[in-house]
C-alpha cells in the first residue's frame, strides 16, 4: 500500500515504539503501537487514481460523502450564482485532494479560522482554510479544503500558475475534514446529498 510523503513520520514514531517496548519484553504494549502504526499507513494512504481527461465532466476533489448541495453567492469567484457542493471526509477516508478539472492555479489563499466539526453547516465560513481557484477550458471553479475538529493542518501540493490535469494531486488534509467545491449555476450536477464519492473519479457535475 503506497503511503503519502506526510504520513511516513506519524507510521516511523509508533513503529520505533513498538520495536523497542517489544524489546524489553512488553509484548503488549508493543502490539498496540503497531496496531496504531498500521492505522496511520492507513489514513494516509495514497492509491491510485485514473482520471479520464475529458473537460466536459467536473471531478470530485475529495474522497468522501456528499452532505449539502446549495446555491449561493460566491463574491469571491463569482459575480453571479453559483453551486456549492460539500463533502465530508471522516478518519477512514483517503484525504489526499485532486483537481477537478484541467487548467490553471489562479490563486491559493489560506485562511486562518476556527476547528468546528466539519459536518456541520458553519464550517464551510468560519473554519480554517485552504482555497484553491482553477481556471480552465471555458470555466472555471473554487475548491476549499475545509479543517475540521482534529484536522488542523492543511498542505498544498500545488502554486499559483501551475498548469494541472484533471485528478493531479492539489494537497492533503490530516485527520478529518470537509472539501467545499464551488461550480458556476449553469452546470448541471450529477450528485446527490448522501452519495459516496472518489477523489478524480467520481463525476459531480457536467458542463450544459
Do not use: C
Amino acid at each position: 500500500m503506497r503511503v503519502a510523503r506526510e504520513g511516513v513520520p506519524f507510521i516511523l514514531l509508533p513503529l520505533a515504539i513498538a520495536a523497542l517496548t517489544s524489546s524489553f519484553g512488553w509484548v503488549w504494549v508493543g502490539g498496540a503501537f503497531f496496531i496504531a502504526a498500521l492505522k496511520m499507513a492507513f489514513f494516509f494512504r495514497d492509491p491510485v487514481r485514473h482520471t479520464p481527461q475529458d473537460n466536459t465532466h467536473i471531478f470530485s476533489p475529495a474522497d468522501g460523502k456528499v452532505i449539502e448541495i446549495v446555491k449561493i453567492m460566491e463574491e469571491e469567484i463569482f459575480p453571479f450564482p453559483a453551486t456549492r457542493v460539500s463533502i465530508f471526509l471522516s478518519l477512514f477516508d483517503v484525504h489526499i485532494t485532486r483537481a477537478p478539472i484541467a487548467g490553471t492555479v489562479r490563486s491559493i489563499a489560506a485562511k486562518p479560522g476556527r476547528y468546528i466539526a466539519a459536518y456541520k453547516d458553519a464550517a464551510s465560513e468560519k473554519n480554517a482554510h485552504v482555497s484553491v481557484h482553477i481556471r480552465g477550458d471555458g470555466t472555471e471553479i473554487l475548491f476549499k479544503q475545509v479543517s475540521g475538529s482534529v484536522a488542523r493542518r492543511i498542505k498544498s501540493y500545488v502554486r499559483e500558475e501551475d498548469m494541472l490535469h484533471a485528478g493531479q494531486k492539489t494537497g492533503i488534509i490530516y485527520f478529518g475534514s470537509r472539501v467545499d467545491i464551488f461550480l458556476p449555476d449553469t452546470m448541471d450536477i450529477t450528485i446527490r446529498p448522501g452519495r459516496k464519492v472518489r477523489a478524480g473519479e467520481t463525476v459531480i457535475a457536467e458542463r450544459s
